[in-house]
């Protein structure tokens, strides 16, 4: 059975336990997993609605989007756990002559950025799932519009537990290239994505005091 085929109690039983999976990316992937649902129960909530009739097309648009996000992170609790089992193996190759020193750092660089990729595609399917909730907060029914909020705020969790993890992985790194280019593009989903779901939490907080 895959993790995320897990009851939510036998999945948060093993997160805190001394398992070393699932951690903080599988728990960051289910996070984001949850509030992309949230979106989609408020577009499927809204749609079907005469008052919101002008907006169904694209309510639904934005709910098959959003399918397909929760299809990713879900896959991405246990893709997390996949790439993490190379890494602990490598921890624990011996040091003891200079050929297995050498050898032991190629292999940490190769898994580091292994494991640096699953976090990443979290961050861009978190990133992703935020742009959909600034959409629906704008057009979904206002009888749901709280949870719009609520699941903004589970990605732009996931978004930044994310960037954690790649931050971990990239600090055995030594490859420059590899350094700055992930370093890039994690920052600009961290800080875009971090401003949308700002944005769109204020957004709802503002029709919700109305």
């Known amino acids: ?19 070393p999976v699932p ?19 408020v577009g499927n909530l809204t749609v079907g609605k005469k008052k919101y009739a002008d907006v169904e097309g694209e309510v639904k648009e934005l709910v098959a989007k959003g399918e397909a996000v929760i299809l990713k992170l879900k896959r991405l609790v246990d893709k997390d756990a996949e790439v993490f089992e190379p890494l602990s193996k490598a921890y624990g190759l011996p040091k003891n002559t200079p050929e297995e020193v050498k050898f032991k750092e190629e292999t940490m660089e190769n898994c580091c950025k292994t494991a640096c990729g699953v976090p990443m595609e979290i961050m861009r ?14 057009i979904g029914t206002m009888i749901a519009i709280s949870d719009v909020g609520c699941g903004v705020v589970f990605l732009k969790s996931a978004l930044i537990s994310g960037s954690l993890n790649v ?7 030594k490859d420059p290239a590899f350094l700055s280019a992930t370093r890039k593009e994690m ?18 907080l503002s029709k919700l005091k109305k």
């Open 23 to 41: 951690g903080g990316g599988g728990a960051a992937a289910m996070g984001g997993a949850i509030g992309m649902a949230l979106s989609n129960m």
């Open 187 to 204: 920052d600009e989903l961290l800080s875009t994505g971090s401003k949308i779901a700002d944005e769109t939490l204020a957004l709802v």
């Open 125 to 138: 399917a978190a990133f992703e799932g935020i742009k959909i909730h600034a959409r629906m907060g704008q």
């Open 1 to 19: 059975m895959t993790m995320v085929d897990q009851t939510c109690s036998a999945f948060i039983e093993v997160l805190a336990s001394k398992a």
């Open 167 to 173: 931050i971990i992985n990239l600090n055995t790194i």
